[in-house]
């Protein structure tokens, strides 16, 4: 079975504090992926890695920024939080496919609250 | 742009019932990819099914069916006899092409399924 992993469930941090989100998957997987998940917004996507040290933004990169050293790991980084960060964030991962598009796999999500 | 829309936010219905849950999208590719996703309480997105552009058949899986039409854009989920255990947050996802051969996933914005007993 595909499994991703994220660091944690849930975190508070304070305005102005740099946040660290984590997210290993274990299926060799050469895309990884980060979005939000806000209430009547869906899941808009942050940031995205085709491979590693590679990466790319996603619609809303603002405020954000990533790590991927290692092909399992990619980290997401608030570098300073603000309250409007306050959210779900939902890692995934997928194969690579120039031919088509193969399903994402979802981390559980980590629920930000930012005071 | 890619745009995926799912204009039930929230459905409500008594066991047994069957249910369908619209997807109605805007692409122009000529190559695509659909997705459903199921997200229950626990929150983890669960995939469900993935569609090739190119294969319109409809598909049945157990109680799950989608029905796919080119012709009118849309990718619709039905539930028969709904039980409990479907109630979730379930999302419908367009393929969007990015560069290197990575493919970005645009999601509509859920329909909330809620299944009384």
């Known amino acids: 079975d595909v499994k991703v992993t994220q660091s944690s469930r849930y975190l508070v941090k304070r305005t102005g504090e740099k946040v660290f989100l984590e997210c290993v998957q274990d299926?060799?997987?050469?895309?990884m992926f980060w979005y939000r998940q806000d209430p009547g917004l869906g899941l808009r996507l942050i940031y995205f890695?085709?491979?590693?040290?590679?990466?790319e933004k996603g619609d809303i990169p603002e405020g954000y920024s990533v790590s991927r050293e290692k092909k399992e790991r990619f980290s997401l980084i608030l570098e300073s939080a603000s309250t409007n960060q306050t959210s779900m964030y939902l890692c995934?991962?997928?194969?690579?496919?120039?031919?088509?598009?193969?399903?994402?796999?979802f981390g559980p999500g980590t629920r930000l609250t930012v005071t | 742009a890619q745009k995926v829309t799912q204009a039930q936010t929230e459905i409500s219905v008594v066991e047994k019932e069957d249910v369908t849950l619209d997807c109605v999208y805007e692409?122009?590719?000529?190559?695509?990819?659909l997705f459903w996703y199921k997200q229950p309480p626990s929150g983890e997105l669960v995939f469900l099914i993935r569609?090739?552009?190119?294969?319109?058949q409809n598909e049945i899986s157990g109680r799950y069916s989608w029905n796919f039409q080119k012709s009118t854009s849309s990718f619709n989920f039905t539930i028969t006899a709904s039980q409990v255990v479907d109630s979730a947050v379930y999302f419908c996802?367009?393929?969007?092409?990015?560069?290197?051969?990575?493919?970005?996933?645009?999601f509509g914005q859920g329909t909330r399924l809620t299944i009384n007993p």
């Open positions: 995934a991962s997928s194969l690579y496919g120039l031919a088509g598009a193969y399903e994402q796999y």
């Open positions: 299926m060799d997987h050469e895309n």
């Open positions: 890695s085709y491979d590693v040290k590679m990466k």
């Open positions: 692409t122009r590719d000529t190559t695509y990819y």
């Open positions: 569609r090739n552009s190119f294969d319109e």
């Open positions: 996802a367009l393929s969007e092409s990015l560069i290197q051969g990575a493919q970005k996933l645009v």
